[in-house]
T-cell receptor
Framework: EAGVTQSPTHLIKTRGQQATLRCSPISGHTSVYWYQQALGLGLQFLLWYDEGEERNRGNFPPRFSGRQFPNYSSELNVNALELEDSALYLC????????????FGPGTRLTVT | AQSVSQHNHHVILSEAASLELGCNYSYGGTVNLFWYVQYPGQHLQLLLKYFSGDPLVKGIKGFEAEFIKSKFSFNLRKPSVQWSDTAEYFCAVNAGYGGATNKLIFGTGTLLAVQP
């Protein structure tokens, strides 16, 4: 069974630009989650999508947004990039019949210069 | 606010030593509990999970964890560590499963180094 995949692996952007990160969940999983792992801040919940809808949002500004497509894949958009947005962005997925466990992808390393 | 505390930030052990990593959470209601592991160069993997029933749960690679509700704890244990257990370990809680606040709240992680 293929795991969660994310692209790109690395992304380098300049402050003020926009970044788009992509995620494909495990086949059969309907929920996708995004987390930020920044140095010194640990893993922070960003967004949860289920059946194409945003269900929950973490304590992040509106310039962090995303969407989920009909095939359950998802993209995370970060507008007006700031230096502190540099982090590893992790995507996770879970089955609709699960009990809260989430399965993680390898992440996208975003560097803002 | 809900939070997860991992008291050991960096642990160094010799092979064959026993391991116990502490995890405490702050939430009075029903929670689902998880330990994740991140081996060097690899992504986060689910090590074990607790939903209900027997408070002693067994995971992969000989790891186990005990849920003590009265202490709000979910400590990870392994009787005899191996060099290959060198990794970062994260405790996580999902207090909102099934509702609008479904998300994992992670501890800050414990870096385990096992010396051969």
């Amino acid at each position: 069974e293929a795991g969660v995949t994310q692209s790109p692996t690395h992304l380098i952007k300049t402050r003020g630009q926009q970044a788009t990160l992509r995620c494909s969940p495990i086949s059969g999983h309907t929920s996708v989650y995004w987390y930020q792992q920044a140095l010194g801040l640990g893993l922070q919940f960003l967004l949860w999508y289920d059946e194409g809808e945003e269900r929950n949002r973490g304590n992040f500004p509106p310039r962090f947004s995303g969407r989920q497509f009909p095939n359950y894949s998802s993209e995370l958009n970060v507008n007006a990039l700031e230096l502190e947005d540099s982090a590893l962005y992790l995507c996770a997925s879970s089955p609709g019949t699960g009990l809260g466990e989430q399965y993680f992808g390898p992440g996208t390393r975003l560097t803002v210069t | 606010a809900q939070s997860v505390s991992q008291h050991n930030h960096h642990v160094i052990l010799s092979e064959a030593a026993s391991l116990e990593l502490g995890c405490n959470y702050s939430y009075g209601g029903t929670v689902n509990l998880f330990w994740y592991v991140q081996y060097p160069g690899q992504h986060l993997q689910l090590l074990l999970k607790y939903f209900s029933g027997d408070p002693l749960v067994k995971g992969i690679k000989g790891f186990e964890a005990e849920f003590i509700k009265s202490k709000f704890s979910f400590n990870l244990r392994k009787p005899s560590v191996q060099w290959s257990d060198t990794a970062e370990y994260f405790c996580a809680v999902n207090a909102g499963y099934g509702g609008a606040t479904n998300k994992l709240i992670f501890g800050t992680g414990t870096l385990l180094a096992v010396q051969p």
